[in-house]
């Protein structure tokens, strides 16, 4: 669905408008999910032995402008503070749009020898763009919550490999959306008009919403070569005692995440959560008909609720009694809790309820008798339900393209794109040129990293030089 | 020890000084106290209902100053941005000194009904104060981590009992003060004068710091009325259908916590963590005499790390073989670790290690059979005697006053001051006025919930009037 879609968000108490235009306010919900993923991170981040630190949110215009193609991309978007009280500041400092040139002036005091390498921190914090197009809730706000990841090594091998961490850092973006937020995603590679500023590549996990026909940017994993290094005198003395320049990675994802998942998964009834990050993953209601013993089925939905907790399943009970079971039913459906758990009079009888699941809407009747079990089962069926299905609109949505003419017609349906590609930037610049008034500029997604063979003299579908890669290609977020 | 002595914040990897006056960077060891007090107060807000949200940086000015009082407090230290990219903001925007403003327009939008109430809401988050007096790290900066509880009510009797949690949420800060970072702090009321800008009553935990003479806030809970309801015309339908204002409350605590035990436990060598709090609890380092079985050594040094580990401690090794043990001794007692492990080879024969406990240096020799058992009651006999050793130095420091001259003198000797009080805000204006040029401005600090008898007759020192309660006074951070 898309995002903002008759207020579904704020129904489902996602987000909040705000009064400062392109800033939001993550509700509880947004916050339960943001932590479950943090949970996993902060786990995978102990293992790599990064070490968690924060820097502060500002950052003086001298450091900011250090590393020219860095504060290039980023310049347009900083927020400025000029003021405080009533004293205009000396000189302005602006607002972290991101914290490379916050941090890196401390490794170069930080890091002496080869042996304070590798130097691997990360820090959870907000971070500031202020974006003039239209801000959308969690896919573009003007501020938005983050981790980002930042290391050094001593060696290009050590950066590119397993120590450097930028391949197993976007496998656990990966898995955040696939196996937490059941969003298929590929992996692969930003091209050079598309890559992070001021980075010698970046890797990126991209999505794709069929409904709009656009990509999204999921999460991002930089390699920075020397660059910053050079601007910001990293040096190291290595084992054999002659100073080198360290190479520097960093990485991020950002709340951006839970915008991904709900568009992917929401439909005409509010949201859908996937089970493995749902803030409520069974809702029991009690379905009390005339003459029934409401007592008697409400303690049932309790005793039903309590069982479920026990077991590590966060599960609620609803028995308000203002609202009719029908009312309850849309409002749960509507923020997306998984799994409904009815218990009325029959089934209080056959010692049973009854299950209706949010992703499908099928209905089944359950015995009490290992009925923890059977909805351990029925969340796990669900989750992989909600990943396969995005899988399949995602799969249909793409189209493998060979000229220029099936190019613009696909991007005109809407369509996910992989072409091959002459990997020229100046023909990206082109294509984006050439498509922005027709049916609305089209980019490079990534090239993944699970390359299609590309046969002897297969030609770019936009230059007709010869091509190098597959790529995938869209209109994006 | 006062913070910023002989660098020893930065040499025991606290904190490092930032570009920016007033700011600093918080390294891993002080986000893991941070993080080891999180997981704490997490856990006391989950079981207290109270759902977690998270609500912009940024406040409008028309917001900001529509609570009169409020922001007369703040006001002085609000840092602005009028700028974005190269564009001038049509109106300044404030960043959050803290979120009263920010969040009560939407209790406004949310509480419609008492079915509404309580509403329970707490963030973590980065609020910015534009500090002019000298900054200093952890305790005044300009930028710093806290959390920040809000909740609204019914009655006036809810924000007060223990639905409303202030005394509940501030029992929990006397609790990581005291049982975590081994601080005593005192619980009371704050003065008219001190109190929260736009509360009905604040309530706090106060440490004191024998070394300095001086007072400090250690976190605050607040019950602010129906002020802000008012401002913000937060109303709900009661049962009876009628229109009421909600009660609100507001809490929280911040770094500050860390700069509080640093000064309170620190000394000549360093830092000293309480093993609650400890990034590492457990040092051990090889002690390998010439000719001695080197590798023996170290076998026997990972084998405890690894016993101590797998029981939950947080044990490390330091096998680096560039520098001595001595000097390694030292390393690790600058950076606080409350136990240190020698195995040498005298050890290595009797099967044994020799302990070496940070906060009072007393040595041991002990069987390596039950050691871990051993090692966990050491660690909870020094968080005893650390806070044991804290609460005698500041009971020490404290007096008893009952007249002026009294009160000057023990102000002189840097002590901690109980006296007498007639309560009336012109009157510690008065004492401030009075002591600003002799010994430097004192203030009350709190008066405590625990009260001494006040005989009949008592007369408040500094005015001589009739006493009402017994009040701390001292000069403070």
């Known amino acids: 669905m898309k995002i903002s879609d008759n207020g579904i968000l704020r129904c489902g108490e996602m987000m909040a408008y705000y009064d400062i235009s392109g800033c939001y306010i993550l509700r509880p919900n947004a916050m339960k999910i943001w932590n479950i993923m943090r949970t996993y991170f902060d786990a995978v981040l102990e293992k790599a032995e990064v070490d968690e630190n924060y820097f502060p949110l500002f950052v003086s215009a001298s450091v900011l402008e250090k590393e020219k193609d860095h504060v ?3 310049a347009p978007e900083v927020a400025w503070v000029t003021k ?14 991101t914290s490379e040139t916050v941090i890196y002036p401390y490794f170069s005091k930080w890091i002496k020898s080869h042996r304070d390498l590798p130097l691997k921190l990360n820090q959870w914090n907000n971070v500031v763009r202020w974006e003039f197009s239209k801000p959308t809730p969690f896919i573009r706000s003007r501020e938005f919550l983050w981790q980002e990841g930042h290391t050094a090594h001593a060696t290009e091998e050590d950066a590119d490999n397993e120590v450097g961490l930028v391949l197993e850092v976007l ?16 992996k692969g590679m930003k091209s050079e008009n598309e890559k992070f500023a001021g980075a010698r590549y970046t890797t990126s996990v991209e999505a794709f919403i069929p409904e709009t026909g656009r990509g999204i940017q999921g999460a991002t994993s930089h390699c920075l070569g020397t660059k910053f290094a050079k601007m910001f005198d990293i040096k190291f003395t290595n084992k054999e005692g002659k100073n080198e320049l360290v190479w520097q990675n960093s990485w991020a994802y950002s709340t951006r995440t839970i915008g ?39 303690k049932a939905c309790c005793a039903v609720k309590d069982a479920l907790r026990e077991a590590g399943i966060r599960a609620k009970e609803d028995l308000s009694d203002n609202y009719s079971p029908k009312w309850k039913y849309s409002h749960w459906e509507m923020k997306g809790v998984p799994l409904r758990i009815e218990i009325g009079p029959r089934d209080l009888a056959k010692n049973q309820v009854r299950t209706v699941r949010r992703d499908n809407g099928v209905k089944a009747d359950v015995p009490r008798v290992g009925l923890v079990e059977h909805v351990k089962e029925l969340l796990g069926k669900i989750q992989q339900n909600m990943f396969d299905v995005a899988k399949q609109k995602r799969d249909d949505a793409c189209v493998v393209v060979k000229t220029w003419d099936e190019f613009v017609e696909a991007l005109g349906q809407k369509k996910l794109i992989l072409a091959p590609w ?26 993944p990293f699970d390359q299609p063979e590309i046969p002897e003299g297969t030609l770019c579908f936009a230059s007709g030089k010869l091509a190098k890669k597959w790529t995938y290609w869209g209109k994006s977020y």
């Open 72 to 74: 290039q991309g980023f």
């Open 84 to 97: 405080a009280g009533k004293s205009d500041l000396n000189v302005p400092i602006a607002i972290r749009p």
């Open 171 to 186: 496998d656990h973006y990966r898995h955040l959306y696939e196996e937490y937020l059941a969003v298929p995603v590929v």
């Open 260 to 298: 991904v998942m709900i568009m992917t998964h929401g439909d005409d009834k509010g949201l859908v959560n996937p089970p493995k990050v749902a803030p409520i993953q069974v809702i029991v209601i009690p379905v009390p008909f005339k003459d029934a013993d409401t007592k008697e089925i409400s």
């Open 422 to 447: 002459c990997d020229e930037a100046e023909v990206e610049m082109d294509v984006k040129r050439r498509t922005k008034d027709e049916v609305g500029a089209a980019k490079t997604l990534c090239s």
